[in-house]
Nanobody, 122 residues
Framework: QVQLVESGGGLVQAGGSLRLSCAASGIITGINSMGWYRQAPGKQRELVATITAITSGGSTNYADSVKGRFTISRDNAKNTVYLQMRSLKPEDTAVYYC?????????????WGQGTQVTVSS
């Protein structure tokens, strides 16, 4: 049973910083890309940032709205992906979800975490 567990969310004032973590556990043979998405009330889930496997160059991709403020990174030894968020704005308020394209028991699936709330006050 593979699980993705996010942590690090919370309440922060505008201009502040937070660091989200997402750890994958279970029987994991390998992890391809990992990413962060968010969903604000009344809106669709949207991409925040993704990062490919180190063997694929560890390339990153960001939504225009977070470029220059957010940084995605990963620790393969810990099966963990991070999202460092700086200069937070009220419009960054959302539930943040991580996902991982990973291989478990020779099957490849896209797994999602349960989400962590980020609230930015003005």
């Amino acid at each position: 049973q593979v699980q993705l567990v996010e942590s690090g969310g919370g309440l922060v004032q505008a201009g502040g910083s937070l660091r989200l973590s997402c750890a994958a556990s279970g029987i994991i043979t390998g992890i391809n890309s990992m990413g962060w998405y968010r969903q604000a009330p009344g809106k669709q889930r949207e991409l925040v940032a993704t990062i490919t496997a180190i063997t694929s160059g560890g390339s990153t991709n960001y939504a225009d709205s977070v470029k220059g403020r957010f940084t995605i990174s990963r620790d393969n030894a810990k099966n963990t992906v991070y999202l460092q968020m700086r200069s937070l704005k009220p419009e960054d308020t959302a539930v943040y979800y991580c996902n991982a394209d990973l291989i478990s028991n020779y099957d490849r699936w896209l797994y999602w975490g349960q989400g962590t709330q980020v609230t930015v006050s003005s």
